[in-house]
């Protein structure tokens, strides 16, 4: 099932660009923002006392937070000033942070008229309170950003232009105009890590994993204590299925991040999403231990003990969740889980009731559609599996390999043994190297023919054990199956010199495989009385 209980967009720490008016103040505090090193930065700026200046970033902190009252309250406490065009942006800021654009809009109008239009910083701010807004109408703060570009005298200023690019990503279509202000930021100063960093999470967005990572790594080598390029950098390992260097780049940024309840459950939660579940499972617990009502760590909680094999107590966490959790903050992949769980427990029917009623709110989901066919079979009701996968692939197109392979091994458990033999043909016509294929197959044609003496299994186990032989360990048990098979094969048919090395091979395998031995002991003695035929398979 392909989803994110943690979202990865919200493991990556937000990183923003700093004030352009007040890029002398509270330094420190403006790189802790950065860094997403919140607690830290808000010490920082308590401990400077009250003035514009603290009372602007604090405002920012507060908006990274996303916690849109406390960013207005500070923006807010900054007195109004008609000689202070900055006074007017911060207004201007509060506005848009309580999603009041038509005021925010006045107040940079405002500000704009105080300056003539002729202050590039001024401007610059206006484009970055848009930036790191929500606002999705981006034409008005394009506008400013055109008329900070000509105060600048269209020089590229980086900060304007990482501006300019995080806005232009707000539009469905603006990654090629965002990417092309992230490249004129590092053009005009090349040891912009910001802009790097930016460059490679648009590429992530894009799924140019490759130019991603090149501008994650670009980013650290610039500034190796820059936490936010780690996580990034995880992400886009996570996004390559490499999970063991996404789970080492994510603790190198937890040794780098602020050490807080969020860093443990972000390390709880990239834990689970690389399926490190009994370690992630320890994580969470940690976290709940001392923040017992998030709603995360709870959904993990349950999705865990599930993965962990413990499913008796994954329900009752399940349970206890769906109790704590607003409604409004339950996802539809819970009721999958849940779903998944009271099917293990023999409660199959509630939980087919569940994945309907998730299908129901997302008809277009189709790895629902995968969970309730699963369902289907788990509750050994093969008939409305196949229906589900029939009508999700004739929904799809006919769907992919993957659905192939599904229904197709459905069609076997319903010892509709012609139907899988001819998917299964399908599929290792469309990619040969699909090892497993060739044991489904032998197993559906093994249902064709039971007795094994039509052979109709033979070649196809023969192929296995070709494609399979180069890598023992991860395909043993199949192996073992396949050399059974020939084995009894050869052997039923009187080839016993044929069949021995079939056997041999089974016990090279697996040495403590009693049929095999038995076999080969039998075929190694000098017979006294007829041989017993040995079973056919494992």
Do not use: C
């Not at 505090?29 to 997403?36: T, V, W």
């Not at 140019?208 to 992400?235: G, M, Q, V």
């Not at 309840?261 to 976290?287: G, H, I, R």
């Not at 001392?290 to 499913?311: F, H, I, Q, W």
């Amino acid at each position: 099932m392909n989803f994110k209980p943690w979202k990865l967009s919200l493991l990556a720490a937000l990183s923003v660009s700093g004030s352009a008016a007040f890029a002398q103040t509270a330094p420190s505090a403006q790189k802790s923002i950065e860094l997403g090193r919140y607690n830290e930065a808000r010490a920082a700026l308590l401990r400077q006392g009250s003035s514009p200046e603290v009372s602007f970033e604090l405002g920012r902190l507060y908006q990274m937070r996303e916690l849109p009252d406390s960013a207005a309250y500070y923006f807010n406490r900054i007195p109004l000033n008609p000689k202070d065009a900055t006074t007017m942006v911060a207004a201007g800021r509060a506005a848009l942070a309580q999603g009041k654009t038509a005021e925010a809009e006045i107040q940079f109008d405002n500000a704009l008229k105080a300056t003539k239009g002729r202050d590039a910083k001024v401007l610059t701010m206006i484009a970055q309170a848009y930036a790191e807004s929500n606002v999705k109408d981006v034409n008005k703060a394009l506008s400013y950003v055109e008329a900070a570009h000509k105060a600048n005298k269209l020089k590229d200023d980086p900060t304007l232009m990482i501006a300019r690019g995080d806005i232009y990503l707000k539009q469905e279509n603006g990654g090629g105009e965002a990417m092309n202000s992230y490249d004129r930021a590092t053009l005009a100063d090349q040891n912009n890590v910001l802009a790097y960093y930016r460059k490679g999470q648009l590429n992530v967005r894009s799924r140019n994993y490759n130019e991603a990572r090149t501008a994650f790594d670009k980013a650290i080598s610039l500034d190796p204590n820059y936490a936010p390029a780690y996580n990034a950098l995880a992400e886009t390992y996570f996004y390559a299925g490499k999970y063991d260097d996404a789970l080492s780049n994510f603790q190198k940024y937890t040794g780098l991040a602020e050490k807080s309840s969020d860093t443990d459950a972000k390390y709880a939660s990239f834990l689970f999403l690389t399926k490190k579940y009994p370690e992630a499972l320890t994580e969470v617990q940690k976290v709940l231990a001392r923040d017992p009502n998030n709603v995360t760590m709870n959904r993990l909680l349950a999705y865990s003990l599930y993965e962990t094999g413990k499913n008796e107590e994954a329900i009752v966490a399940m349970d206890k969740y769906m109790k704590i959790t607003p409604a409004e903050k339950v996802i539809k992949e819970d009721n999958v889980y849940y779903a998944k769980m009271l099917a293990k427990a023999g409660k199959g029917e509630q939980g087919i009731a569940m994945l309907q009623k998730a299908i129901q709110a997302d008809p277009t989901n189709v790895d629902l559609q995968n969970d309730l066919a699963q369902a289907y079979s788990s509750s050994k009701n093969y008939p409305m599996a196949i229906a589900t996968y029939r009508a999700k692939m004739k929904a799809t197109g006919g769907g992919e390999l993957t659905d192939q392979v599904l229904l197709a091994r459905v069609y076997t458990n319903n010892k509709q043994y012609t139907q899988a033999d001819s998917l299964y043909n399908i599929v290792l016509t469309a990619k040969p190297n699909y090892v497993p294929g060739y044991l489904m197959r032998a197993q559906a044609n093994y249902g064709l023919d039971p007795d094994s003496k039509q052979g109709l299994a033979k070649p196809y186990y023969e192929k296995y054990v070709e494609v399979a032989k180069a890598d023992p360990a991860k395909y043993k048990d199949g192996l073992v199956e396949a050399n059974s098979y020939l084995g009894y094969y050869h052997y039923q048919k009187g080839d016993k010199t044929t069949a021995l090395p079939y056997y041999q091979q089974v016990l090279a395998l697996d040495p403590a495989n009693q049929n095999a031995k038995a076999v080969v002991d039998s075929m190694k003695a000098r017979p006294k009385t007829a041989t017993k035929a040995p079973a056919k398979k494992k």
